[in-house]
């Protein structure tokens, strides 16, 4: 099992940044490919990005790319999302998520380690 813990989230004015941050523990970090989703007050949750085990391979949601970065630190158990250009849509709890190591994609139910969520908040 892994045990994932966010943490980064804040109120910010858009168009400012954050970076948040997903603390691993218990199994090799390195055997799970991560993902951050989020999701809004009255919406499903959603997928926001991806990265392999390896963190060579990312991948995102249309609405975030080019403002958004998914990176790794397996030394550090740790993935990261760097939210930069904040806009009031971008307002969720943002939560990080693990899955098989073999895994690619934006399928919730495929990510088994889930973290409590971190809440994201930006104002207009």
């Known amino acids: 099992q892994v045990q994932l813990v966010e943490s980064g989230g804040g109120l910010v004015q858009a168009g400012n940044s954050l970076r948040l941050s997903c603390a691993a523990s218990g199994r090799t970090f390195s055997s799970y490919a991560m993902a951050w989703f989020r999701q809004a007050p009255g919406k499903e949750r959603e997928f926001v990005a991806g990265?392999?085990?390896?963190?060579?391979?990312?991948y995102y949601q249309d609405s975030v790319k080019g403002r958004f970065t998914i990176s790794r630190d397996n030394a550090k158990n740790t993935v990261y999302l760097q939210m930069n250009s904040l806009k009031p849509e971008d307002t969720a709890v943002y939560y990080c998520?693990?899955?098989?190591?073999?895994?690619?994609?934006?399928?919730?139910?495929?990510?088994?380690?889930w973290g409590q969520g971190t809440q994201v908040t930006v104002s207009s």
């Open positions: 990265i392999s085990w390896g963190g060579r391979n990312t």
């Open positions: 998520a693990a899955a098989d190591r073999s895994y690619r994609g934006d399928d919730q139910r495929k990510y088994t380690y």
